[in-house]
C-alpha cells in the first residue's frame, strides 16, 4: 500500500524549515494532494502542535496516506480525506493554514484557481495558504530542469506544465489573498509561495 516519491524525501526538510515562519502555532492545516502521505507524515511530526489534515481524490494515494499514518502512529495525524481542490466539498471546514505542495504543475489548469477561491474562504484572517512546486517567472525562457519538466509534462498532457507566478497572483488577488514571500528552494526552480488572507 505504502508508495514513496523521491522528490518528496529530496525536499521535506527544506520544506518544514520554511514553514516554522509560515505556519500558526496551533489549528488545523489542511494538506490538499498529499499523494503518497511522506509529507504529511514528517510535517506532523515536525509539528506536534497542529493538528495535520491530509487528503487527496486518488483512491491508491488516499491508502498510501493510510499506511504512512499507521506505521507512523501520530496523534496529530489525521485519517486521509477525498477531496478534490475544484469540488467546494474542501470548502466545508474551516483551517489554520492550507498546503499544496507539488499539485498544479500535474494538474488541470483551473485547480490554480480554485484552490485560491477555497482558500480564501477556508482560512481565518491571516491565514497562510502556502504553495510548494516548480515555478516559472513571466518573461523568463525555461531552462535547465524546468525546461526539462515542462516538455515531459506536456508530452504527458498539453494541459500540464510549469505554472507561472504572476499567473497565480493574478488569481490571488481578487480573493483577498496577498503574497506574502516567496521562498527559493533547494531544488532547482522550486518556489515555496506564500499568501495570507486578508
Known amino acids: 500500500m505504502k508508495r514513496t516519491a523521491a522528490a518528496a524525501l529530496r525536499n521535506r526538510e527544506a520544506i518544514a524549515s520554511a514553514l516554522r515562519r509560515v505556519l500558526p502555532p496551533r489549528g488545523l492545516v489542511l494538506e490538499l494532494g498529499s499523494g503518497t502521505g511522506e509529507h504529511a507524515v514528517y510535517l506532523a511530526r515536525a ?6 489534515q491530509p487528503s487527496d481524490p486518488d483512491l491508491e494515494a488516499r ?10 502512529g501520530l496523534a496529530n495525524l489525521l485519517g486521509p480525506l477525498n477531496l478534490d481542490v475544484r469540488l467546494p466539498l474542501w470548502q466545508a471546514r474551516a483551517a489554520d493554514a492550507v498546503l499544496c505542495v507539488n499539485v498544479l504543475h500535474v494538474a488541470p489548469p483551473d485547480c490554480a484557481e480554485a484552490l ?36 515531459q509534462l506536456r508530452a504527458h498532457d498539453p494541459a500540464l506544465g510549469v505554472r507561472e507566478l504572476e499567473t497565480l497572483e493574478e488569481l490571488a488577488a481578487p480573493h483577498v489573498l496577498a503574497l506574502a514571500e516567496v521562498v527559493a528552494m533547494p531544488e532547482e526552480g522550486d518556489l515555496l509561495v506564500v499568501w495570507r488572507r486578508g
Do not use: N
Open 47 to 52: 509539528f506536534p502542535s497542529l493538528e495535520w
Open 116 to 151: 485560491v477561491r477555497g482558500a480564501a474562504r477556508v482560512l481565518p484572517p491571516g491565514g497562510p495558504l502556502a504553495v510548494y512546486g516548480p515555478f516559472r517567472r513571466r518573461g523568463e525562457p525555461l531552462a535547465g530542469r524546468l525546461a526539462r519538466l515542462d516538455v
Open 63 to 72: 491508502a498510501s496516506i493510510r499506511a504512512w499514518s499507521a506505521e507512523a
